[in-house]
């Protein structure tokens, strides 16, 4: 009997084992079982106003259709969409909310430029969207109602058998590539998008994201981002959220304007996870397919021959119902203005250029100053040779900033100086990729100096990326300033009048603070566009050439 009693439940402990062991295997099972079709992701990001694109919303709304025949699609939009061209300027991104709904998009995170229309328009655009907007990192501590009753951090959407979670992360440096009052009520700041200078804090709340999501069912999880694989104020960037983070499966991202049609980084545990991005204004978009057996892979597409009919039709109306203002000639000028370089990188965010001396010197000579700042972030395209339009200028000057003057210390100035630079490289690009580009990149007029990049940068900032103090060695070195007519050394001691427009010089833009407090002599007089018309045409007549034959060595790098 004691032999019989052994054996049973010896009998008993194999049968709970196999069962266990086979429950595992089931559940391994069901885990890794196929879907009934791939699952196609068409991603944007950055597109900038860009409807008229070769390879536009008509297109990427043929080939949605085209995918759904074999497929599930979702669509998806990565930031930066409403700011950037006239369209957007016009309507202040409404028309671009209007393409978008009638594209059929499912999802969109929140970039730094969805900020640029104010807090009260931006509330009123994602009310009126039809596709649901990402907020996974964004908070906000005032009293009001605000655009985040209708955003949500994450939605998990089923395709077949399979659950897919889409989570939306905004870059942190929003908040100085914005116009930092907008995230303010009275003087004080009361929107947070979670971040401090090593990323960790944003890693961290990505992660819990993650894995609230894979709680809830997903079976796979999408970062969308719009927060760059450069560096940048807030020390995060996508490749730095994937490295410290497990769970994800792939990152859309966008802000940094990178193209990317599959980069393979490694997270937490060593696992590889997709990385791409379309570049910038519909160069390219993308497609994230989720093979049936659940395998991942990303490629851009760049051409596509197919426009939806419906949406082109749109889109036509949209732009008819403007464009006899937009085709005023407002100037003229007998050489071509650009802020790229032939490799495609933005000159006018790491170095002098022409078009950046224009602008500055226009700021100068219509507000009559000393020294004049433009952020190569807010010179955002060509002016074309021959006639310029006023849709070429608002091109160029999108955000409506308003000239604006002040009364500053030297030191100040070398201040400014030394947070415009912090980022800038001996070498402006490599292999077609910037180096150093940065849209608080000052382009100067009244201002000649050197930058000694073999000097790391000492600038301070806080975690919000305004600028605190110069904590040692500066990297700009012999800053002189234009006298009568005659260079002499800046006296960091004297009082000198600065030009520029009220998001550097009294918002606090780029996270340059150190003008805030200064004496105001001209409040907020003129739009950019119109300071830029008035300098074409009534200063220069149009004939640029006479006064402008290049660069002038106003910024030295060495």
């Known amino acids: ?34 879907n009934d079709k791939d699952i196609t992701v068409l991603y944007t990001n950055d597109v900038h106003c860009a409807i008229d694109a070769k390879l536009g919303y008509a297109s990427l709304s043929a080939y949605k259709a085209d995918m759904q025949k074999s497929s599930y699609v979702a669509l998806v939009d990565n930031g930066d969409i409403i700011q950037g061209d006239v369209i957007g300027a016009l309507s202040k991104g409404e028309y671009l909310i209007d393409i978008m709904n009638n594209t059929g998009f499912d999802a969109s995170v929140f970039g730094n430029h969805e900020f640029d229309y104010g807090m009260e328009q931006l509330a009123y655009l994602v009310e009126k969207s039809n596709f649901q907007w990402l907020a996974g990192n964004i908070s906000y501590t005032g009293k009001k109602e605000t655009f985040l009753k209708n955003t949500v951090p994450y939605i998990i959407k089923e395709y077949g058998n399979k659950k897919v979670a889409f989570i939306g992360i905004t870059t942190p440096d929003s908040i100085t590539t914005s116009t930092p009052t907008f ?41 969308m981002a719009h927060l760059g694989d450069q560096p940048s104020a807030s020390g995060s960037t996508s490749i730095n959220v994937i490295q410290n983070t497990t769970g994800i499966d792939a990152v859309l991202d966008g802000h940094s304007h990178s193209v990317i049609p ?3 980084v490694k997270n937490k545990k060593g696992q590889n996870v997709i990385l791409t991005s379309t570049g910038t204004k519909f160069a390219h978009f993308g497609k994230l397919t989720i093979s049936k057996d659940g395998t991942f892979h990303s490629q ?11 949406t082109q039709n749109y889109i036509d109306a949209i732009v008819a119902a403007y464009k006899k203002d937009l085709d005023k000639v407002v100037a003229h000028s007998d050489i071509a203005l650009k802020i790229s370089r032939e490799d495609g990188s933005r000159a006018v965010r790491n170095r002098e250029t022409l078009i950046g001396n224009i602008v500055a010197d ?21 002016l074309p040779e021959g006639d310029i339009t006023y849709g070429n200028i608002i091109k160029t000057h999108p955000f409506g900033n308003m000239l604006t003057s002040v009364k500053a210390t030297g030191q100040q100035i070398l201040d400014c100086l030394e947070h415009s630079v912090r980022h800038t490289q001996h070498e402006a690009s490599e292999n077609g990729k910037p180096l150093g580009e940065n849209g608080g990149f000052q382009n100067v007029s009244g201002l000649k100096f050197t930058v000694d990049t073999s000097i790391p940068t000492s600038v301070e900032i806080d975690d919000k990326g305004l600028f605190v103090k110069v ?13 009568n007519g005659t260079w002499v050394p800046l006296n960091p001691s004297k009082t000198y009048t600065v030009a ?11 996270g340059f603070t150190m003008f805030k407090d200064d004496d105001i002599l001209i409040n907020k007089a003129l739009p950019d566009y119109q300071v830029l018309i008035t300098y074409l045409t009534e200063i220069l007549n149009g004939n640029l050439s006479s006064k402008y034959k290049g660069t002038e060595d106003r910024i030295v790098i060495k």
Request: one cysteine or more.
């Open 262 to 264: 599959e980069q393979l």
């Open 500 to 510: 520029s427009h009220d998001y550097m010089l009294l918002s606090c833009g780029d």
């Open 362 to 382: 226009a700021y100068r000579t219509i507000a009559n100053t000393d020294i004049a700042f433009v952020n190569g972030g807010g010179i955002r395209a060509d």
């Open 471 to 483: 904590a040692g060695e500066r990297r700009v070195k012999d800053v002189m300033v234009q006298e």
């Open 300 to 310: 851009l597409i760049d051409s596509y021959d197919k426009k939806d009919a419906a």
């Open 1 to 34: 009997m004691k032999f019989k009693r052994i054996l049973t439940a010896t009998a008993l402990m194999a049968v709970l084992v196999l069962t266990t062991v086979q429950a595992k295997q089931a559940k391994r099972a069901k885990a890794v079982e196929p």
């Open 183 to 223: 995230f303010q009520e009275n003087n004080t700041f009361v929107y947070s998008f979670v971040s401090n200078q090593d990323g960790k804090s944003l890693n961290r709340l990505v992660q819990k994201l993650v894995n609230k999501a894979r709680k809830q069912g997903a079976d796979y999880v999408i970062l």
